[in-house]
């Protein structure tokens, strides 16, 4: 692995930022280079969200790309806004539920409907990283610091993310 692009655009509240976010902290936990940044407009909740992530074996000189290797939609209005990330080489993966696209279609809302609706962005977290050269340990150690907060709070909401992000590993 050289640099690896990750671009992940939903809506707001959908966890793209979350996503994201625990991928890069994965990667820095392997000792990897990684660098996350937000994209989103002021409204948070509703808007179009889009996160940029970058895993390397070297330095990151830039946080932001041209092309993604890889794209993750999870909701129409995203298209538009990530499309010109997408290059001839470019890996899409989309929440297949909601999107008919070409690419890989993941049913990541129809799958979480057993655990909580609110985890599907966990299965998506979960086949992606089985995408990337992350072990899923550090994915799940990159969940626990990120989400460790919410986690405390409500012990449960911990044990459905792990079992989103297991279902996500399997597909």
Known sequence: MNNTHVLIAGEGGQGVQTI?????RAAFLEGKHSTYIPNFGVEQRG???????????????FPKFDKADIMIILCHRAIKRAERYFGKKTLYIYDSTLLKHKG???KAT???KSLSPKVFNM????????????KKQSVIRGMEEVLGKKFRKNPQI???????LDIGSKL
């Open 110 to 112: 129809t799958l979480a």
């Open 123 to 134: 299965i998506i977290l979960g086949f992606l990283s089985t995408k990337l050269p992350i």
């Open 47 to 61: 808007g179009v969200s889009i996160a940029f992530a970058q895993i390397s074996d070297k330095e990151i000189v």
């Open 104 to 106: 890989i279609g993941i």
């Open 158 to 164: 911990r044990e459905l993310n792990l079992k989103a």
């Open 20 to 24: 994201a976010e625990i991928l890069a």
